[in-house]
């Protein structure tokens, strides 16, 4: 951060507020929606606590996570009257962001309105041509950069000063050159929790991820090394950074003391590929000995008999692995670098060690066929696996796949369309019926088993508190099916 103090200290602070669009559940999760996530957005959290820490008026809105209207989002924008609109956007919520930000500029027209997120991140030009509500979009990391552009929106300097964003000006839409990645993420406040009304009890991951509650979710690395044709990298590129093993902890601490968290969900990615700060932190955990529960995500070739022992004792219960598929020739066509027999070591070393397993699997993949479905079906069905998601492939713009898309199959280009759930690609040779039925039967025959129904009710009866969310989740499923 110290790159952009001298530029910030110069200038007069702006009032800004932080929000997400609001975006029904529905929305965004279709007949599973009572089983969604209403977990808040962390770029904006992390944002925020910069912002504020630098002396900018700062407030925190994050209308998607409360399920909040547009009219309420704009009747809270009319009370707090800031200078700045900062909206953080998926692909799915980019023409929500765009309707709002046109919305409040009708009735502030003073207003500025900076977006950014993944999508931005991934076709900055495209979608600023195509959203001229947007005054401003911030390309990659924000944190220097917002602290940049707030004074250069002072009147301290021109927009093409500014590194990591794209603008506009009398000749159009421009880009400027990216910002570097932050090399030491500690430098960074802890998210600004605080600024949630109601957190964390109005705030919850999905039933299904969750052991406990209250529950928060962290983020504690950038970055992915691997090449997955399906996913972008957009916002932090493919080298790692990460935050410490002792921020990690003081984090879990601060949200434990202070806001009586008891349940964490880490959702990077990387979480487990920093195996020695793995161990410090699972370490600091068990000498800490607080009642604590979490689970995370793991890549499949880098789980060891060392790390997922350590992780059952620091209190670990569950890891969730990106299977994909359960045919080796789809693997290799996704670029995912892992054989299902490595697949199926990890998910028994997992096992062994006492946790449970979560396997995420997509169907619509480049190349599949009935064949390869089935496959996977066989695979989900004869594998140690706990819990399952089946989406549907989504070619995101940004993506590998979105521009080879046309080798593969057909792509509905729409953005509004793009939840992991509607089917906006089908490969030759299948139909959006055949994806459908696929998707249903694995996710039907899966959860329908009677140990698999067993678990949930053991968990219900361990937290009494979780009854009516499993409800609702159980509710969605069906409706799903």
């Known amino acids: 951060m110290q790159r952009?103090?001298?530029?910030?200290?110069?200038?007069?602070?702006?009032?800004?507020?932080?929000?997400?669009?609001?975006?029904?559940?529905?929305?965004?999760?279709?007949?599973?929606?009572?089983?969604?996530?209403?977990?808040?957005?962390?770029?904006?959290?992390?944002?925020?606590?910069?912002?504020?820490?630098?002396?900018?008026?700062?407030?925190?809105l994050d209308a998607a996570a409360l399920n909040m209207e547009q009219a309420a989002l704009l009747a809270r924008l009319a009370e707090i009257g800031p200078d700045v609109l900062g909206l953080s956007a998926t692909t799915l919520s980019i023409t929500h962001a765009a309707a709002i930000a046109q919305a409040a500029k009708q009735f502030m027209p003073g207003l500025k309105v900076i977006v950014g997120g993944p999508h931005i991140s991934a076709v900055p030009v495209e979608t600023m041509e195509r959203f001229e509500a947007f005054d401003v979009a911030v390309v990659g990391e924000g944190e220097e950069t917002i602290l940049e552009l707030l004074t250069v929106l002072s009147g301290a300097k021109p927009l093409s000063a500014v590194a990591g964003i794209v603008y506009r000006d009398a000749s159009g839409v421009r880009m400027n050159q990216r910002r570097p990645f932050l090399t030491v993420l500690d430098i960074l406040p802890r998210p600004a929790w605080d600024m949630l009304e109601g957190f964390p009890y109005r705030f919850s991951p999905p039933v299904f991820k969750t052991r406990r509650l209250p529950a928060a979710s962290l983020v504690t690395s950038r970055g992915c090394p691997n090449k997955c044709i399906f996913c972008d990298r957009s916002v932090f590129g493919a080298s790692c950074h990460m935050f410490s093993a002792g921020y990690v902890v003081d984090m879990m601490v601060e949200l434990y003391d202070k806001f009586g968290v008891r349940e964490f969900c880490f959702e990077d990615d990387t979480f487990i590929t920093f195996q020695t700060r793995l161990l410090e932190i699972c370490q600091r955990l068990i000498d800490l000995k607080l009642d604590i529960s979490w689970s995370c995500l793991g890549r499949i070739n880098q789980v060891n008999e060392e790390n997922v022992l350590m992780m059952k004792r620091a209190g670990c219960w569950q890891i969730s692995f990106g299977v994909e598929s359960?045919?080796?020739?789809?693997?290799?066509?996704?670029?995912?670098k892992v054989t299902l027999q490595q697949i199926r070591n990890a998910l028994q070393l997992s096992r062994e060690a006492g946790l449970l397993n979560k396997g995420f699997f997509i169907v619509g993949h480049p190349g599949e066929t009935k064949e390869t479905l089935q496959l996977t079906y066989d695979f989900i069905m004869d594998s140690p696996l706990d819990d399952i998601s089946v989406t549907m492939l989504t070619p995101f713009p940004g993506t590998e796949l979105h521009a080879r898309a046309a080798e593969f199959g057909t792509l509905d280009p729409d953005w509004e369309k793009m939840n992991l759930l509607n089917t906006v690609f089908v490969p030759y040779g299948l139909t959006e019926s055949d994806l459908l039925q696929a998707q249903k039967k694995m996710i039907r025959d899966f959860y329908l088993r009677p140990h698999i129904i067993g678990n949930y009710v053991k968990r219900a009866l361990r937290n009494p508190a979780m009854i009516n969310s499993l409800l609702r989740g159980f509710r969605s499923f069906v409706r799903s099916i």
């Open 4 to 60: 952009a103090r001298a530029v910030y200290e110069a200038g007069s602070l702006l009032k800004i507020l932080f929000a997400t669009p609001s975006l029904s559940m529905g929305k965004r999760y279709g007949t599973l929606a009572g089983a969604g996530s209403s977990v808040p957005t962390l770029g904006i959290l992390q944002l925020s606590a910069v912002t504020r820490q630098h002396g900018f008026e700062t407030f925190l």
């Open 326 to 336: 359960g045919s080796g020739e789809i693997l290799e066509k996704i670029q995912k």
